[in-house]
Structure formats: C-alpha cells, structure tokens
C-alpha cells in the first residue's frame, strides 16, 4: 500500500469526490496502477478541484510518511 492511496482515502473521506489513479511513464508510454510505483492516487471534488497528498521523504514509513512530513496539493481544472 502507498502512502498516496492512504492520504487520498482520508481526503475522500474528509471532502468527498472520486478517487482518480494518475498514471506515471515508463519507456513504453503511460501505464496503468498494476507494477507502476511511478503513479499517483488524488481525489477529485465536484468543483473541479484536484486534492492529493505526498510526502518528501519517501524513506520514512508509511505511516511515518503520513503523520509527520506530509503535505496536501490542491489544484484546479481549467474549464
């Protein structure tokens, strides 16, 4: 399990919206979130607002990741 996909599920549950995988790149092109630690889980709001979490330090433990260096990102569609 990855420290994304346990900040977006707590941001779900906290705002709502759907939980959207990003997928990340690879030699072949974008792939899907089987074998891709390049990827990213975010959440996205109704209003068209992206949510998703990260840490810098990808060394610490998930839940260290979690509960002491995280950080949310938010950004917004252009419609």
Not at 24 to 50: A, D
Not at 63 to 70: A, D, N, P
Request: glycine content about 14%.
């Amino acid at each position: 399990m990855s420290n994304c996909l346990l900040g977006a599920l707590a941001i779900q549950r906290r705002f709502g919206g759907r939980l959207n995988w990003r997928p990340g790149w690879h030699r072949g092109g974008f792939e899907g979130f089987m074998g891709n630690p390049w990827g990213h889980w975010r959440v996205r709001l109704p209003n068209g607002t992206t949510l998703s979490y990260s840490s810098p330090d990808k060394e610490l433990s998930i839940w260290k990741q979690l509960w002491f260096e995280g950080y949310i990102r938010r950004t917004h569609e252009n419609r």
